[in-house]
């Protein structure tokens, strides 16, 4: 269980930066669709090796530079909807002017002030989510704000920027990557260090998400929004974590990196205590486990080494819970993970593994580690073991003085892993190959605000008597569809409340029977509810409709209705079959009177297997007992 804290005496600052996909017809910088693919359709595959440059003062960036040490291959996957512009072998072109006037609307729901001019820069990144080895980005506008519960949080920094691509696979060697989100069209907003607490990050975070789905012109979906958050407390260091998919782990992965770093910093004060060095030694000690029973280190064996350094002083520290779950030695092993390797051994833990005490008592003589001391060892191939036990004392070094600052990825449970170290600004230099964007006052003028999402939410409730659940859903996941299909729908008698709990219940089922409900549009939902509205079928087989639909894209609401047996019955077969079902139940009705309504509606319902609305066949059955109740007086 997380630990309590006060945030306020820890020197407690968080920041987010909130990375949202926007909904345009093409990428950024290419006439390409934003259509993610599968990757069985690739047209083509072609790999890169990338290397850092230097930034326009002519500096390298320490994130690149740790990158380019595990001399990775990175493949690429192509499609048919991706141009040469993705694959780096053509020039982009102008920055998307849709996607321009999307992020100025941004800016200005988030009350910032947009630059005379937008010039695009180029950022490294060479862990392969980029062919060219940097992605462009645009800074738009700075100096905004939101409003919150615990008052205003700084919005300081919008850019416009493309999307990475979509890793597929990894490996120690090379890293799979599909190209088809490459380019897609990305803003990035970054708030000032002002979030109070755990809780205030998710509030945040839910109104910049709110701000962002009311234009209506963002993507939806997984993956389409990411949260990174920026951490920090008094002694220890900024601390950025990535890939924060979930709102309601946002609580849990600030609450988790504040007690990593208070524990940290315990570790440190300790080892400050004691008489604890890092002299970084490392040894080869692969004659000591020539009949070791460990699988991993006989595996190791084949083609590899074991190497071992000892660290002076980090007895039982290595070992320590930083996490729920996690301890220093798992610090030390993502570390290594960096060069190719599966991971580290420690003293701290071992025996274990298949590791004995005779060979542990073997391995502390000959690297003359006291008891206060702890060996790590690595087992690998010779190069990779070499990097692996350095980036281990790097991480050990700082473990003596700091918490060191760092890039980190979110893990499901909430805790975070190691990535690489922060980067700084020698990432960025000038892009040569875009021209700026000077900004007009006339670009400005025709902003539109929409229509914020708790505001819709209350129209819908007074202008359709939607529920309040079913309104918010509609408003907060469903409403440019909703609105379209409205609109669409035009002087139909049509019936409000059945869209609504078909975009917010039906499509749910639907994508529970495993059934790709991106395959219909706008033009699906109308022609069903029309005929559903001129009484050509019952609103119970809306989903029946839709899944047929589904399955043959081309095909009318009328087809399908005709295909699952549900063709449109006149006014006069339905009287009859009610004729005929009183007829049969007249004591039934004697006895119940309009009460019989339901059940007798129910039967004709069953006969009609959905091929009439229910309201139909209820105004008919009410009619003609009433009739009857009248002969009976």
Same mark, same amino acid.
């Given at each position: 269980m997380t630990k309590e804290y006060d945030y306020d005496k820890l020197g407690f600052k968080a920041g987010l930066e909130i990375h949202q996909q926007l909904n345009t017809q093409e990428k950024l910088f290419c006439g390409c669709p934003t259509l993610l693919r599968d990757t069985e359709d690739s047209a083509y595959q072609y790999y890169r090796y990338l290397r850092p440059t230097r930034s326009e003062m002519g500096e390298v960036d320490r994130a690149a530079l740790e990158e380019v040490m595990h001399k990775r291959k990175f493949v690429y996957m192509a499609y048919d909807t991706t141009c040469l512009v993705e694959n780096d072998e053509e020039p982009p072109r102008e920055l998307n002017k849709e996607a321009i006037s999307i992020t100025f609307q941004i800016a200005r729901l988030c009350n910032m002030n947009v630059f005379d001019e937008i010039h695009t820069m180029r950022k490294i990144v060479i862990d392969g989510s980029n062919t060219s080895g940097f992605q462009r980005t645009a800074l738009v506008s700075t100096s905004?704000?939101?409003?919150?519960?615990?008052?205003?949080?700084?919005?300081?920094?919008?850019?416009?920027?493309?999307?990475?691509?979509? /890793?597929?696979?990894?490996?120690?060697?090379?890293?799979?990557?599909?190209?088809? /989100?490459?380019?897609?069209?990305?803003?990035?907003?970054?708030?000032?260090?002002d979030i109070r607490s755990p809780l205030h990050a998710r509030e945040t975070a839910e109104l910049i998400g709110m701000l962002l789905r009311s234009t209506g012109k963002v993507k939806r979906g997984q993956g389409t929004i990411r949260q990174d958050i920026n951490v920090s407390i008094a002694r220890g260091a900024r601390v950025e974590i990535k890939g924060v998919q979930a709102l309601d782990l946002i609580e849990t992965i600030v609450e988790r990196e504040v007690e990593r770093q208070v524990n940290l910093l315990e570790i440190m004060d300790e080892l400050q205590k004691g008489s604890a060095s890092v002299h970084g030694d490392i040894i080869d000690v692969t004659h000591m486990f020539g009949r070791t029973r460990s699988k991993v280190i006989k595996k190791a064996l084949k083609k590899g080494v074991v190497l071992a350094v000892n660290l002076h002083g980090f007895a039982g520290l290595v070992g320590r819970e930083i996490q729920p779950g996690r301890r220093l030695g798992s610090e030390m092993s993502d570390y290594a993970k960096k060069s190719g390797v599966g991971g580290i051994f420690h003293t701290d833990e071992l025996p274990a593994y298949g590791i004995t005490d005779k060979e542990m008592d073997a391995l502390r003589q000959a690297m003359d580690a006291k008891v206060e001391d702890c060996v790590v060892l690595v087992a690998d191939l010779k190069d990779r073991a070499f990097n692996a036990l350095q980036m281990v004392v790097d991480r050990s070094r700082f473990a003596l003085d700091s918490v060191p600052e760092e890039t980190r990825k979110a893990l499901p449970d909430g805790n975070s892993a190691y990535m690489r170290p922060l980067p700084g600004a020698a990432r960025m230099y000038p892009e040569t190959d875009v021209p700026p964007v000077v900004v007009t006052h006339e670009m400005l003028h025709d902003i539109v605000l929409p229509e914020l999402l708790p505001a819709r939410k209350a129209r819908y409730m007074k202008d359709y008597s939607l529920n309040e659940e079913l309104a918010e859903r509609v408003a907060f996941k469903h409403f440019e569809l909703f609105e379209d299909i409205l609109s669409d729908m035009g002087d139909e008698d049509i019936n409000v409340t059945l869209i609504a709990s078909t975009l917010v219940n039906t499509l749910i089922e639907l994508r529970r029977e495993g059934m790709d409900a991106n395959k219909l549009d706008t033009g699906h939902y109308v022609d069903v509810f029309k005929l559903i509205a001129s009484g050509g079928a019952a609103k119970e087989v809306v989903s029946d409709l839709l899944f047929k639909i589904i399955e043959q894209p081309g095909m009318s609401a009328q087809d399908a209705a005709q295909q699952l047996g549900l063709g449109t019955k006149r006014k006069e077969d339905i009287e009859t079959m009610v004729d005929e079902i009183i007829s049969q139940r007249m004591d039934f009705i004697a006895e119940r009177g309009l009460g019989a309504v339901g059940p007798l509606m129910g039967l004709v319902m069953k006969e009609m297997r959905g091929s009439v609305d229910g309201k139909v066949v209820s105004d008919i059955v009410t009619e003609k007992i009433k009739i009857v109740l009248g002969d009976i007086i």
């Open positions: 905004g704000h939101i409003e919150t519960s615990q008052g205003n949080v700084g919005v300081g920094v919008l850019c416009l920027e493309e999307e990475a691509a979509q /890793r597929i696979e990894e490996k120690a060697d090379h890293v799979v990557f599909s190209i088809d /989100r490459l380019g897609i069209p990305l803003v990035e907003i970054g708030t000032e260090p």
